[in-house]
């Protein structure tokens, strides 16, 4: 990793960043994995810190819980890849550079430029796996604008927008996707920029479009990350409109080498495997939920503190199991069983939870878990300092676990079943002894 060296004007300075670059100067630094699991972190008052409550009081703070946020080694993996984008998009160019772009966007020319290629690519997984939330934590460790007054001694004044968040509009309309990056980028700056355009009504789409690109280059935008790009999947069945959409953002990229992240379910690979100059460009971490393993039963040691009724329940395999047998191991759908499985018990007047209890929670949730995902990697099998498994290159059907073995018991056999026999032998002579044993050979050469 680099040195950083600190600066009053931009924030930590790369000791080697290349000359008349600033805003790669002014990137913040990478943080270590222990510091950043710490920082994304949040929790509600642990329940023993409360006072003494009422069963209606217990259940008033049962909401508390949606603050709960565990964090799992696999966010680091997607901070990392986020970061790598961003200086990406300051490694491509410099300040002449961007000059020259605007220029050739406000002319409506195409500019011959040598810079390496934006980055670009999407993060797609299992609804409630947590997708959005860590996005969004993942940047927040990050300033999302920096006012730049000096560089290297002499004036220097502008702002740095290292990111953006806009959501892919159900209508996948281009100039619905305009105006919610540009809206995304009045809330950073504090600028009015979707009022001006709102005055002009007669807007048309490319012309929005061009908005977009000369304001990223104006303002430096490193990231663009579209949320909810599964939406395009579904306009595009209906009325094939999301080519537009993804043009628009493919150009974008090329343009002003502002890198693109898309973000959603597994829905989206039809789009992106659908189209070849997609699939080199959407490439990413693809995630599915926890696996009935330690990490998930850290994940459950870390949330089951956060018990509101008036005596804590242990937390036994038969609850764990049962848990992820229903949830899937699903991290939304695990705090929802956990969150609704207390409500039923403080209702009933109940002290603590039980599997009865649970199970009742189950039912009234009425929770749907997908029997197959689509290929990736278990968040269970991201560990911070550890090889990944493979990442299959084309997708490929993953059936869903289970805590507890499904299927039929297995049939209890005699001791000088041939079955047995095969399964206990570790060649032909201990086979053969095995039927000696038992008198087999004997009675087949009699018969």
């Known amino acids: ?9 931009v924030g930590a300075v790369y000791d080697n960043a290349p000359a008349g670059n600033p805003f790669l100067a ?7 994995p222990a510091r950043f699991l710490q920082q994304i972190g949040s929790s509600p008052p642990l329940p023993q810190e409360l006072p003494v409550m009422t069963l ?10 949606s603050s709960l946020f565990v964090p799992l080694d696999y966010m680091y993996a997607i901070y ?4 790598r984008a961003i200086a990406t998009t300051y490694t491509t160019r410099t300040m002449i550079d961007g000059i020259r772009q605007i220029n050739a966007i406000f002319a409506g020319r195409e500019l011959q430029s040598y810079a390496t290629q934006a980055d ?20 927040s460790v990050m300033p999302q604008t920096i006012e730049h007054t000096e560089y290297q001694g002499q004036p220097f004044y502008c702002k740095q927008v290292l990111y953006l968040l806009a959501e892919c509009p159900s209508d996948c309309s281009v100039k619905t996707l305009g105006y919610n990056i540009i809206t995304a980028l009045d809330r950073a700056i504090g600028s009015g920029y979707m009022d001006s355009l709102s005055a002009l009504r007669s807007s048309s789409a490319s012309a929005i479009a061009t908005q977009v690109k000369i304001l990223c280059m104006t303002h430096h935008v490193g990231l663009i990350v579209v949320d909810e790009i599964q939406n395009a999947v579904v306009t595009a069945r209906k009325n094939r409109q999301v080519k537009p959409l993804i043009k628009f953002l493919v150009e974008l990229t090329n343009d002003t080498s502002t890198a693109v992240y898309f973000i959603g379910t597994p829905l989206a690979e039809e789009l992106f495997t659908s189209q070849e100059h997609l699939k080199r460009r959407t490439r990413g971490i693809r995630l599915l939920p926890l696996r009935p393993d330690g990490t998930y039963r850290e994940f459950l040691q870390s949330i089951w ?13 038969k609850l764990a199991n ?20 207390q409500a039923q018990a403080l209702i009933q007047g109940r002290s603590s939870i039980d599997e009865k209890i649970m199970q009742r929670a189950i039912d009234i949730l009425a929770i749907k878990v997908p029997k197959t ?27 869903r676990q289970y805590a507890n073995k499904r299927g039929r018991r297995a049939t209890q056999r005699d001791d000088a079943d041939l079955l047995v026999a095969f399964r206990e032998s570790r060649g032909a002579q201990e086979m053969i002894k095995f039927l000696e044993i038992h008198n087999m050979l004997e009675r087949m050469g009699n018969e």
């Not at 503190?305 to 395999?317: F, N, V």
């Not at 049962?322 to 499985?341: M, N, R, V, W």
């Open 1 to 9: 990793m680099d040195k950083y060296v600190k600066d009053q004007t």
């Open 26 to 32: 002014a990137m913040p630094d990478l943080l270590p």
């Open 56 to 65: 209606e009081e217990r259940r008033r703070l049962l909401p508390t819980l």
């Open 80 to 83: 990392d890849t986020l970061y």
């Open 120 to 139: 670009s690519g999407s993060i797609l997984g299992v609804p409630g796996i947590g997708k959005t939330s860590t996005i969004r934590r993942c940047l």
């Open 305 to 317: 503190p956060y018990q509101y009724t008036p005596q804590s329940a242990a937390l036994t395999d």
């Open 322 to 341: 049962k848990l992820y047998d229903f949830s899937g191991g699903i991290p939304a759908y695990i705090i929802k069983i956990f969150q609704e499985s």
């Open 373 to 399: 995902y689509s290929g990736g990697t278990h968040i269970s099998d991201f560990e911070i300092g550890k090889e990944l498994p493979e990442v299959p290159p084309e997708p490929q059907e993953v059936p």
